[in-house]
Every structure is written in C-alpha cells, then in structure tokens.
C-alpha cells in the first residue's frame, strides 16, 4: 500500500504525476485512437488509465512507465471494444471485425506512438517559430504558403524556419525517427 504525500511533498508529487502525464500522454492517446478508430473514446481510454493511477497512487514505484502504461490503456481499449461489442450486439447492429493479427497490430502502434512521442518531445525543443513552420508544413500538411499566411510571414522566411527546424531536428533525434517524421 502506498502513503499519501506529506504536505511539504505534495507539490513534488503531483508535478512528478504532472510531467508523467505530459510525457506520455498525446502518444498514449495516439495509440488508443488506433486501436478504438474514435478520438473521444481514446481520450476517454486514456485518463480512465491515468486516473487511476492517480488514485492508486502508486505511480512513483513504476520503474517502467511506458511498458505499464501501454498495457493499461491496451486492456482499456479492448473493455471498451467489448462493452461497444455488447451494446451492439443488443441494439442488433452489424458485428465489428477483428483484426486478423491483433499483436502486430499492436506492437505497430506502440512504435508509431513512441515515434510520435519522441517527435513531440524534440519539436518542443525547437524555438517558436521554427516548431510552428514545422507543424504546419510537414504534420499539419500545408503548402508554404498557407503556412506563410497563418503565421503572418514570408514564404521565404517559412522555408529559413523548416530549413532550421529540419537541422535541429537531424541533431536532436536518432536517424530512424528522423526520417519517420516526414512519413508521419
């Protein structure tokens, strides 16, 4: 059984629960959403698992998090395909598909997320201007000059900003990420 935080550490805790949620959270949501096909339900899926770690609050003896979390909102995400299962199967909707190879599937989705994950972290490192050129150009899809107009600047100093942001990125990540942020 795990104590509660004393006054004097409550802070500490619960900005150490704060940065493991920040960390984990948009790749977790990611990989639900994947799993489930619906946003609202991964984001549901997702604070089911992180509020009960919260109130377990045993989460400072994970020595693995990504490895407990990504199991947790796994086991989740299929009470929630099975309650969806159920209710249609009472309202006599047609019958959802499974997978074929439900683990591959799976273990795809973790990479993708932990990609996803580290691509997040090193964009946030980049300075503003450079992350937002970036984000819109290469995550978001726009040409240069709709991100040129969004961000209220040249389509020459987009380009300076992605040329930028590209090299800090090539520093900041491993060669295999780096090269999956463009096919992302």
């Known amino acids: 059984m ?5 006054a004097g550490s409550a802070r500490t805790h619960e900005q150490g629960f704060t940065d493991l949620f ?33 109130n377990n609050g045993n989460w400072q003896a994970l020595q ?7 199991k947790a909102v796994y086991h989740t995400c299929l009470n929630i395909t099975t309650s969806n299962k159920a209710r249609q199967k009472r309202q006599k909707t047609a ?16 990479y993708r997320a932990e990609v996803y994950r580290e691509l997040h972290s090193a964009l946030q ?11 819109l150009s290469y995550l978001d899809g726009l040409t240069v000059e709709e991100t040129a107009r969004i961000m209220e600047i040249s389509a020459s100093a987009v380009k300076t ?14 060669d295999q990420v780096f090269s999956l942020f463009f096919f992302l």
Request: charged content about 30%; proline content about 5%.
């Open 2 to 6: 795990s104590a509660k935080p004393t």
């Open 22 to 54: 920040n960390e984990y959270n948009a790749a977790l949501r990611y990989f639900a959403e994947g799993l489930l096909k619906d946003r609202t339900q991964a984001k549901d899926a997702v604070a089911t698992v992180f509020e009960s770690l919260w």
């Open 64 to 70: 693995v998090p990504s490895s407990y979390l990504y």
């Open 95 to 110: 019958s959802i598909q499974q997978p074929v190879d439900i683990d591959e599937a799976v273990l795809e989705r973790i």
């Open 125 to 135: 490192k980049l300075p503003e201007q450079c992350r937002r050129a970036m984000q």
């Open 161 to 174: 900003h992605r040329m930028r942001g590209v090299k800090q990125l090539r520093k900041l990540l491993s």
